[in-house]
T-cell receptor
Framework: GAGVSQSPRYKVAKRGQDVALRCDPI?????LFWYQQALGQGPEFLTY????????KSGLPSDRFFAERPEGSVSTLKIQRTQQEDSAVYLC?????????????FGEGSRLTVL | QKEVEQNSGPLSVPEGAIASLNCTYS??????FFWYRQYSGKSPELIMS????GDKEDGRFTAQLNKASQYVSLLIRDSQPSDSATYLC???????????FGAGTRLFVKA
């Protein structure tokens, strides 16, 4: 596809369930980012991949959050034992550049609701 | 202190007026600055980037950067109702890849 694709678009989970969110970046984009956006807030950085290497995971809120990009393309964000405070929109973005001047192209997001 | 600060608004301007959106940042090492627009229920999209002090114009949009004051702004001329959205200020450090976003300013353009 031409843009960043995320699935599922909507996910409802019961507290304690595990969820997996998928991101398919724009073909050829080196950099991939995951952000968390709560209602009325800006996107909060979670983690960054350059190709298959996870170079920064400082924004992951707890060890329940795990991200991978094993072949340098598709990425998965996994949340174990979900809590109500995990409810948010999870945005994936990719960039052609590996530097600081790159435009981020965002997917439509995965809205997670934890009951 | 948050790394990127924006007035949450809402900022309301009449159609045809100039909308002025402001942002301050705390890290003097920041070198790349961006404005993203986010419509309700949609994902952010880049509208302007600026890397050096001064003004940068693109159509109805002008970005202004003052690194000494750690201040970046976005002016929207001839505002249209379709400009109603949340505008996110974002910064990157030199050599860094982590883009940090502000909380956004909601803009309403009244017809």
């Amino acid at each position: 596809g031409a843009g960043v694709s995320q699935s599922p678009r909507y996910k409802v989970a019961k507290r304690g369930q595990d969820v997996a969110l998928r991101c398919d970046p724009i073909s050829g984009h080196v950099s991939l980012f995951w952000y968390q956006q709560a209602l009325g807030q800006g996107p909060e950085f979670l983690t960054y991949f350059q190709n298959e290497a996870q170079l920064d995971k400082s924004g992951l809120p707890s060890d329940r959050f795990f991200a991978e990009r094993p072949e340098g393309s598709v990425s998965t964000l996994k949340i174990q034992r979900t809590q109500q405070e995990d409810s948010a929109v999870y945005l994936c973005a990719s960039s052609l550049s590996s530097g600081s001047d790159g435009e981020l192209f965002f997917g439509e997001g995965s809205r997670l609701t934890v009951l | 202190q948050k790394e990127v600060e924006q007035n949450s608004g809402p900022l309301s301007v009449p159609e045809g007026a100039i909308a002025s959106l402001n942002c301050t940042y705390s890290d003097r090492g920041s070198q790349s600055f961006f404005w993203y627009r986010q419509y309700s229920g949609k994902s952010p999209e880049l509208i302007m980037s600026i890397y050096s002090n001064g003004d940068k114009e693109d159509g109805r949009f002008t970005a202004q950067l003052n690194k000494a004051s750690q201040y970046v702004s976005l002016l929207i001329r001839d505002s249209q109702p379709s400009d109603s959205a949340t505008y996110l200020c974002a910064v990157n450090r030199d050599g860094g890849f982590k883009t940090i976003f502000g909380a956004g300013t909601r803009l309403f353009v009244k017809a």
